[in-house]
DNA sequence: ATAAGGGCACCGC
DNA sequence: CGCGGTGCCCTTA
């Protein structure tokens, strides 16, 4: 039992919100949590990921698009994103912003 | 309660 | 465009 509070929940719900082949940010989530701020506890929220295969936090990338890091390896973070159909060059999302899913809709 | 860490974002150079 | 420093937030020991 993780005992997770309101805020990883709400970190989680929006990275399961996230659909196949679009990317998000963790400066989106966490305005759709409420702080913009949290950017990094949002970061450390989906580090924990108690709900790994349930939260597509390989769907998660830094602002500039860049993978940033994951949990079970950024490789294959960018292999999983370029399963979905998300094109990753150089560490980073191509047409990123293209295909940034806005959360907080 | 205090200290340190963590997958960030922003600003300046 | 890349690097370094700074600020905010959350979790764990």
């Known amino acids: 039992?993780?005992?997770i509070s309101s805020f990883q929940?709400?970190?989680y719900e929006a990275?399961?919100?996230i659909p196949r082949g679009r990317?998000?940010?963790y400066f989106q989530i966490?305005?759709?949590i409420g702080n913009e701020k949290a950017c990094r506890a949002v970061g450390n929220a989906l580090n924990k990921n108690p709900?790994?295969?349930k939260v597509p936090c390989h769907r998660v990338v830094s602002s500039s698009g860049s993978l940033s890091g994951y949990a079970f390896g950024k490789?294959?973070?960018i292999t999983l994103l370029k399963k979905e159909g998300v094109m990753v060059i150089n560490n980073?999302?191509?047409d990123f912003k293209n295909k940034l899913f806005k959360i907080k809709e």
């Open 23 to 25: 990317v998000s940010t």
């Open 75 to 77: 490789e294959k973070k």
């Open 92 to 94: 980073k999302v191509e």
């Open 9 to 11: 929940k709400l970190v």
């Open 30 to 32: 966490a305005k759709y």
């Open 15 to 17: 990275t399961k919100k």
């Open 1 to 3: 039992m993780k005992t």
């Open 51 to 53: 709900f790994a295969p």
